[in-house]
Protein backbone atom coordinates (compact mmCIF):
# COMPACT_ATOMS: atom_id res chain seq x y z
CA UNK A 1 0.00 0.00 0.00
CA UNK A 2 1.38 3.53 -1.05
CA UNK A 3 0.09 6.42 0.03
CA UNK A 4 0.69 10.03 -1.37
CA UNK A 5 0.15 12.87 0.27
CA UNK A 6 0.44 16.52 -1.52
CA UNK A 7 1.21 19.79 0.09
CA UNK A 8 1.87 22.96 -0.90
CA UNK A 9 -0.07 25.69 -3.52
CA UNK A 10 -2.60 28.37 -2.71
CA UNK A 11 -3.27 31.89 -4.05
CA UNK A 12 -0.23 34.14 -5.43
CA UNK A 13 -0.24 37.20 -7.26
CA UNK A 14 1.63 36.92 -10.61
CA UNK A 15 5.16 36.83 -10.43
CA UNK A 16 5.27 34.91 -7.17
CA UNK A 17 6.05 31.67 -6.22
CA UNK A 18 5.09 28.56 -4.73
CA UNK A 19 6.05 24.96 -3.88
CA UNK A 20 4.19 21.59 -4.20
CA UNK A 21 5.20 18.74 -2.28
CA UNK A 22 4.28 15.31 -3.04
CA UNK A 23 5.26 12.64 0.02
CA UNK A 24 5.01 8.98 -0.43
CA UNK A 25 4.71 6.56 2.40
CA UNK A 26 4.00 3.17 2.81
CA UNK A 27 5.46 -0.11 1.09
CA UNK A 28 7.88 1.41 -0.94
CA UNK A 29 11.44 1.76 -1.43
CA UNK A 30 12.29 4.69 -2.92
CA UNK A 31 10.56 6.42 -5.76
CA UNK A 32 11.81 5.72 -9.35
CA UNK A 33 10.08 8.53 -11.50
CA UNK A 34 7.63 11.07 -10.72
CA UNK A 35 5.70 13.61 -13.03
CA UNK A 36 3.35 16.64 -12.02
CA UNK A 37 0.04 17.13 -14.08
CA UNK A 38 -2.02 20.00 -13.94
CA UNK A 39 -6.24 21.00 -15.27
CA UNK A 40 -7.54 23.65 -15.86
CA UNK A 41 -11.30 24.22 -15.96
CA UNK A 42 -12.47 23.24 -19.07
CA UNK A 43 -9.02 21.97 -20.46
CA UNK A 44 -7.12 18.64 -20.26
CA UNK A 45 -5.20 17.76 -18.61
CA UNK A 46 -1.56 18.81 -19.03
CA UNK A 47 2.37 17.16 -18.08
CA UNK A 48 3.81 20.22 -16.31
CA UNK A 49 7.38 18.57 -15.51
CA UNK A 50 8.94 14.85 -14.68
CA UNK A 51 12.20 12.94 -13.68
CA UNK A 52 12.72 9.81 -14.94
CA UNK A 53 14.40 6.94 -13.56
CA UNK A 54 17.80 7.83 -15.32
CA UNK A 55 16.79 11.25 -13.09
CA UNK A 56 16.71 12.72 -16.39
CA UNK A 57 13.96 16.05 -16.01
CA UNK A 58 11.52 17.50 -18.49
CA UNK A 59 9.75 20.61 -18.97
CA UNK A 60 6.15 21.55 -20.58
CA UNK A 61 7.68 24.29 -22.60
CA UNK A 62 4.90 26.00 -20.96
CA UNK A 63 6.86 25.92 -17.71
CA UNK A 64 10.50 25.75 -18.90
CA UNK A 65 12.53 28.68 -16.80
CA UNK A 66 9.96 29.06 -14.43
CA UNK A 67 9.61 25.53 -12.82
CA UNK A 68 11.79 23.50 -11.37
CA UNK A 69 11.04 19.44 -9.95
CA UNK A 70 13.47 17.92 -7.86
CA UNK A 71 13.29 15.23 -5.42
CA UNK A 72 14.72 14.25 -1.69
CA UNK A 73 15.33 10.60 -2.16
CA UNK A 74 16.01 10.36 2.01
CA UNK A 75 11.92 11.42 2.74
CA UNK A 76 10.53 9.75 -0.35
CA UNK A 77 9.41 13.25 -1.23
CA UNK A 78 9.28 15.56 -4.89
CA UNK A 79 8.26 18.57 -5.19
CA UNK A 80 7.78 21.25 -7.67
CA UNK A 81 8.81 24.75 -7.57
CA UNK A 82 7.22 27.28 -9.21
CA UNK A 83 8.41 30.89 -9.69
CA UNK A 84 7.49 33.95 -11.68
CA UNK A 85 3.79 32.31 -11.85
CA UNK A 86 1.33 33.41 -14.16
CA UNK A 87 -2.43 33.57 -14.16
CA UNK A 88 -2.66 30.88 -16.96
CA UNK A 89 -0.69 28.17 -14.25
CA UNK A 90 -4.03 28.17 -12.60
CA UNK A 91 -5.05 24.78 -11.86
CA UNK A 92 -5.33 21.80 -9.71
CA UNK A 93 -2.10 20.21 -9.60
CA UNK A 94 -1.71 16.50 -8.99
CA UNK A 95 1.95 14.37 -8.85
CA UNK A 96 1.99 10.66 -10.16
CA UNK A 97 4.77 8.44 -9.45
CA UNK A 98 6.08 5.08 -10.04
CA UNK A 99 8.55 2.83 -7.37
CA UNK A 100 10.71 0.23 -7.82
CA UNK A 101 9.04 -2.91 -7.94
CA UNK A 102 5.96 -2.29 -9.04
CA UNK A 103 4.26 -1.52 -12.10
CA UNK A 104 1.88 0.61 -11.04
CA UNK A 105 0.83 4.76 -11.11
CA UNK A 106 0.16 6.23 -7.58
CA UNK A 107 -1.92 9.61 -7.59
CA UNK A 108 -1.58 12.43 -5.13
CA UNK A 109 -5.42 13.96 -4.18
CA UNK A 110 -4.35 17.15 -6.01
CA UNK A 111 -3.60 20.65 -4.86
CA UNK A 112 -5.26 23.99 -6.31
CA UNK A 113 -2.80 26.38 -7.37
CA UNK A 114 -4.77 30.35 -8.08
CA UNK A 115 -2.85 32.73 -9.74
CA UNK A 116 -4.52 36.31 -9.43
CA UNK A 117 -4.17 39.66 -8.37
Known amino acids: QVQLVESGGGLVQPGGSLRLSCAAS????????MAWYRQAPGKERELVAG???????SYADSVKGRFTISRDNAKNTGYLQMNSLKPEDTAVYCC???????????WGQGRQVTVSS
Open 26 to 33: GSIFSIKS
Open 51 to 57: FSSSGRT
Open 96 to 106: KIQIYGSALDY
